[in-house]
């Protein structure tokens, strides 16, 4: 059974940091391109971050470049996003999720066959 399990969000100031994991199980970690989604109130579900299961090649939404960083630790099955300089705007219940697919541009949500329950950032301003 593949679980993705969260951890790491929080209430946080604007300008603050959060670090997100995400710990795999029951999958082949190396396999997958991971990816980071958010959805906030209202809203649908966005693409945050991804990357490939080499780890070479990541992808950043416009709104978060600069700003996140994802990265892979294999031996630990883990996969992280350091979220710096957070706004209002970074506010969401935030996703990790697994695919075997890789794309360089636009990915959607379909694309991913395996997802956590989630973990909630707030920003305050």
């Known amino acids: 059974q593949v679980q993705l399990v969260e951890s790491g969000g929080g209430l946080v100031q604007a300008g603050g940091s959060l670090r997100l994991s995400c710990t795999a199980s029951g999958l082949t970690f190396d396999d997958y391109t991971m990816g980071w989604f958010r959805q906030a109130p209202g809203k649908e579900r966005e693409g945050v971050s991804r990357i490939k299961w080499s780890g070479v090649s990541t992808y950043y939404a416009d709104s978060v470049k600069g700003r996140f960083t994802i990265s892979r630790d294999t031996a630990k099955n883990t996969l992280y996003l350091q979220m710096n300089s957070l706004t209002p705007e970074d506010t969401a219940m935030y996703y990790c999720?697994?695919?075997?697919?890789?794309?360089?541009?636009?990915?959607?949500?379909?694309?991913?066959?395996?997802w956590g329950q989630g973990t909630q950032v707030t920003v305050s301003s």
């Open positions: 999720a697994a695919s075997r697919f890789w794309r360089s541009g636009y990915s959607p949500v379909t694309d991913f066959k395996y």
